[in-house]
């Protein structure tokens, strides 16, 4: 389905009215946030924040929530009709990138330290871009803009996209343990999407080449073939056939080597295990120290009470 109404066209309704119109069905289905989001399923904050028209759902969200509600359709047909992201802005040395992925028919990547962008939680931009834009205002137009680029991959019929991730993507804690959990979470659920292939790639798997550097493989509806890589708040495009024959061969050995789609999903699923486990611990120790607190507040709530002499008997 197309995320537009048509090229060119001008969007007819705002992503608060799809929020009113998913509430006033909600409402009329006597479901609570919390009941709608456990039957979709995903988190409450997500249906709140989509009534509130914060954030843009997916549309399988919107054929969930007709199915539930039993709309008729009417989400899917007014989801299709918004222009999610009116006033979207990249990045001056970006543009080119963004522009070749709203038109690709592939992209095979390969990504070290951070998740890749088309794969990124909305918390993890967040707490990505926080580490350098010191406005919160800027922090969202980034936030806005990569969102933008990831809709038209995430959609049903999108175009085919492989993505081999380093290890260190899983291991590089951007946010918090809650962040890389959610994270981790979004992966798996992407992961089963048919055009969408992920793989791990194990730092410390024998014969495995890793790449020097993340780097995207970009193939045009006109055949055209490109290489982009990244330096610092830069982009380097190549269309040598040469050079990107080079790549691809390196690309397709790690793919081939890597872990299975499948294999990589239990080592994201390890990896999301462990970032709750240190969610709970840290809960665990909060709670210890909460009562060792509460202990020493009491040992000295008793020292400094009134002392009373003691009655001792007579010998």
């Known amino acids: 389905?197309?995320?537009?109404?048509?090229?060119?066209?001008?969007?007819?309704?705002?992503?608060?009215?799809?929020?009113?119109?998913l509430k006033h069905f909600r409402e009329t289905a006597d479901l609570t946030q919390e009941g709608l989001a456990r039957q979709i399923p995903c988190d409450?904050?997500?249906?709140?924040?989509?009534?509130?028209?914060?954030?843009?759902?997916?549309?399988t969200f919107a054929k969930s929530c007709d199915e539930l509600l039993g709309t008729g359709g009417v989400l899917v047909r007014l989801w299709g009709r918004i222009d999610w992201y009116?006033?979207?802005?990249?990045?001056?040395?970006?543009?080119?990138?963004?522009?070749?992925?709203?038109v690709a028919v592939a992209l095979r990547e390969y990504q070290?330290?951070?998740?890749?962008?088309?794969?990124?939680?909305?918390?993890?931009?967040?707490?990505?871009?926080?580490r350098r834009l010191a406005k919160a205002e800027e922090v969202e137009e980034r936030v806005r803009a990569r969102l933008s680029r990831q809709q038209r991959f995430l959609e049903a019929e999108g175009p085919f996209y492989a993505a081999v991730l380093d290890e260190s993507c899983l291991r590089n804690v951007v946010g918090n343990p809650a962040v890389m959990r959610?994270?981790?979470a979004h992966l798996l659920r992407v992961g089963r999407h048919p055009n969408t292939?992920?793989?791990?790639?194990?730092?410390?798997?024998?014969?495995?080449?890793?790449?020097?550097?993340s780097m995207s493989l970009i193939t045009l509806p006109d055949g055209a073939q490109w290489v982009y890589s990244e330096s610092l708040d830069r982009g380097h495009f190549n269309d040598d056939p040469a050079v990107y024959a080079g790549?691809?061969?390196?690309?397709?050995?790690?793919?081939a080597d890597a872990p299975s789609a499948?294999?990589?999903?239990?080592?994201?699923?390890?990896?999301?295990?462990g970032y709750e486990h240190h969610g709970q611990a840290r809960a665990e120790r909060g709670d210890l120290d909460q009562e060792q607190l509460q202990r020493r507040q009491r040992r000295q709530l008793h020292r400094s009470g009134p002392r009373l002499p003691r009655h001792r008997p007579r010998p």
Do not use: K
């Open 197 to 213: 292939h992920i793989q791990v790639a194990p730092a410390g798997l024998p014969g495995l080449v890793h790449p020097n550097t």
């Open 182 to 184: 959610d994270q981790c």
């Open 86 to 102: 009116p006033q979207v802005e990249h990045p001056d040395w970006f543009r080119r990138r963004a522009e070749m992925d709203g």
């Open 262 to 273: 499948r294999e990589s999903a239990a080592l994201i699923s390890d990896a999301m295990e």
């Open 44 to 59: 409450r904050s997500h249906v709140a924040r989509v009534e509130a028209g914060t954030r843009v759902p997916q549309d």
């Open 112 to 130: 070290v330290h951070v998740m890749p962008g088309l794969l990124q939680t909305e918390d993890y931009m967040r707490a990505l871009f926080s």
């Open 1 to 21: 389905m197309s995320r537009r109404n048509a090229e060119g066209g001008s969007a007819v309704t705002t992503a608060a009215v799809f929020g009113e119109v």
């Open 247 to 255: 790549h691809s061969q390196t690309y397709d050995v790690l793919r």
